[in-house]
Structures are given as C-alpha cells and as structure tokens.
C-alpha cells in the first residue's frame, strides 16, 4: 500500500483536482458483448469494469427453483491483475459479501414474477481497481440487465460518498478510500429516491451523514443520465445499421 499522503483536501481541492461534490469521468457503454443476453462495459476513474447478463434460462440446479418467480445469481469477481498487489484468483469472503449486497440492491426493480423457475446470471468482473469497485458494478449491472431486455421498473444508480480530512466527499478515490474516515456505498432509483444499498464503513455524525446523502443523490442522478444514455445510443446505433 502506499505511503498515507500528508493531506487529502487542501483548500477544498482533492488529490485529483475535484471539488468535494464532483464525480470522475464516466464512460458507459451497453451491449459490449455478443455471447451475453445483456452487456455493459464501465470506465469511471480508475475503474474498469464489465458486466454480463444470461437469462432468463431454467435455474439449474432444480431445487433452487422458485415456482413464484425468478431467482437472482450475481457474481462479483476482482480479476488477480486488477490491483498492485496481485489478488489470488477465485471468490473470497469479501467478493461473496459485494455479490449479495449487489444484489439485494438490484431485486426491487426487477419483475421476477414473469418468470418463475428460472434464474437470471450477472457476471461483473472487476478488470481494474480504483475504489468504488461495487458501485460502479451494480451501475454496469443495471444497464447490462435493461440491455438483456428483463422487465424492469426503472435503473439503478450507485456511488460511493465518504470523508477526508473532516470533509465529506463525494466518489471516492483510493487514497481517500484507504485513508478517509468514512466510505459509504449508496445504491438508488434516482427517479423515485429509494435506496436500495447502504453500507458505511467509519463515522459520520448526523449532518456529515445527511450532507452525504444529498451529494450521493446528486451523484445518482449525473450516473443515471449516462446510464440511459448508453441504452439509448446502443439502440440508435442498432437501428441506423
């Protein structure tokens, strides 16, 4: 790990520039891959993340089978080269931990009802790590599960918000993550404002904790334009060819 940098804000400004309420640049793309119902490749920052969609399939094995609707497999996976210090390949505890939570986070908005006993299969495969790697999942997740064409009542949007230096802040980089005093994954329907993660890992006392739910709203909301902006460019382009 590196060295603790001497300050993280410094008159307001973060290690890479930003503001406290700014989010890094985003770049989404849906339907990346042919072999999957679904696809979505993400770069948000240091972060390059892909996400695959099959399904809905006959759940398999069959006692897993819900006669009431679909069931949900979702599986994190931090490739071994994605961060510095090379990761040891397979699930570990904290990849089984971010896969359920994930989702948890995407269940709301799926119909699962019109489908009963089969299963739909998210793949999210971190290929480069740099804080943030669950929201910026569950994001690739949600766009690649409405390019699979599953019934859906909206998207959802997540970010990270935490604290530096007494200051809260808004999608965290790595320094801040490490070395920060809270890192709070929110995942929401920004349309209608519920969350549907929230996990926090630090403290915050309850204005820092309100300050940040309003930057992870208005980050929600900046995520969710892309997000509806890649489907519908993928859409355009697929009918103009």
């Excluded at 973060?14 to 309420?21: S, V």
């Excluded at 359920?100 to 699962?112: D, G, H, N, T």
């Excluded at 999942?137 to 599953?150: F, H, R, W």
């Excluded at 998207?155 to 999608?171: N, P, R, T």
């Amino acid at each position: 790990m590196q060295n603790r940098p001497e300050k993280l804000i410094n008159d307001g400004v973060r290690l890479d520039g930003r503001g406290p309420d700014e989010i890094r640049p985003i770049k989404i793309e849906a339907g990346v891959l042919n072999r999957a119902d679904g696809s979505c490749y993400i770069e948000w920052g240091g972060n390059k993340v892909l996400a695959a969609v099959y399904g809905p399939r006959e759940a398999h094995p069959r006692h897993l089978q819900d006669s009431r609707k679909a069931i949900i497999k979702y599986r994190y996976n931090m490739a071994s080269f994605s961060v510095e210090d090379r990761k040891r390949p397979g699930p570990d505890r904290r990849s089984v931990e971010i896969s359920k939570v994930s989702r948890e986070a995407l269940a709301p908005v799926l119909m699962l009802e019109y489908f009963p006993r089969s299963s739909i299969d998210i793949f999210v495969e971190i290929l480069q790590a740099d804080a943030g790697t669950r929201t910026t999942g569950i994001t690739a997740a949600s766009v690649a599960l409405a390019d699979a064409g599953i019934p859906m009542k909206n998207l959802v949007s997540a970010i990270s918000v935490g604290k530096a230096d007494g200051e809260v802040i808004l999608d965290l980089i790595r320094e801040e993550d490490n070395y920060g005093e809270a890192d709070m994954p929110v995942a929401m329907i920004t349309e209608t404002g519920d969350i549907t993660l929230l996990q926090m890992d630090g403290n915050l006392t309850g204005e820092e904790f309100i300050k940040a739910l309003n930057f992870a709203k208005k980050g929600c909301e900046s995520v969710y334009k892309l997000q509806r902006r890649s489907l519908i460019e993928k859409y355009e382009k697929s009918c103009s060819d």
